[in-house]
């Protein structure tokens, strides 16, 4: 098994390093000679409900996705039979928040972010949506590497 990932700021390479450290195997990006022949655990990021560098995966190496955004769980839930559709994803998926570095964003990124957190401010900011507002706008950390236990035990079904 390796784990394969596409990263745009950073955190969907920090979960996949940390995944392959945690089970033992190789970490790859996706445009870095992914091997043949193993079983692959994929790390995307969110661009829509597009699960970005998932289309250069072969779909009969997938072991696994883990989808990384700013998202809470939750929401994902319930756009997950949509993302799954969209993306030709039919092997286990689980979702973990992680993180915008803005200074790796282009000036395309910034303006569909700002344009998202526009319309986020029109509809009205609350509990749920500011931390993701303001990470959006400013910058900002979701990441948990508690959030990599159910794949790690999905990986190696005898941790506990």
């Known amino acids: 098994m390796i784990v394969v990932y596409s990263s745009k700021s950073g955190s969907s390479k920090a979960y996949a390093e ?6 033992g195997c190789g970490c790859f990006p996706i445009d870095g000679g992914i091997p043949d022949g193993e079983q692959i655990v994929f790390f995307g990021w969110m661009r829509g409900i597009d699960i970005v560098g998932i289309r250069g ?6 072991k ?12 994902f839930e319930s756009n997950k039979p949509k993302v799954l559709d969209r993306n030709s994803v039919s092997v286990p998926v689980f ?6 570095d803005r200074s790796k964003l282009n000036v395309f990124d ?3 972010l700002l344009a998202v957190s526009v319309m986020m401010k029109l509809k009205g900011l609350n509990e ?3 931390p993701i507002f303001d ?4 910058g900002g950390s979701f990441y948990d590497e ?6 790690e035990r999905f990986c190696k079904p005898s941790v506990a």
């Open 110 to 112: 910034k303006t569909i």
């Open 146 to 151: 508690s959030q990599l236990d159910a794949v």
């Open 18 to 23: 940390a995944l392959a450290s945690r089970i």
């Open 95 to 100: 979702y973990m928040r992680g993180w915008i």
């Open 135 to 138: 990470a959006m706008m400013e």
């Open 64 to 75: 696994a996705v883990c989808v990384v955004a700013l998202d809470e769980a939750g929401r």
């Open 57 to 62: 995966i072969d779909r009969k190496r997938l």
């Open 128 to 130: 749920f949506n500011r």
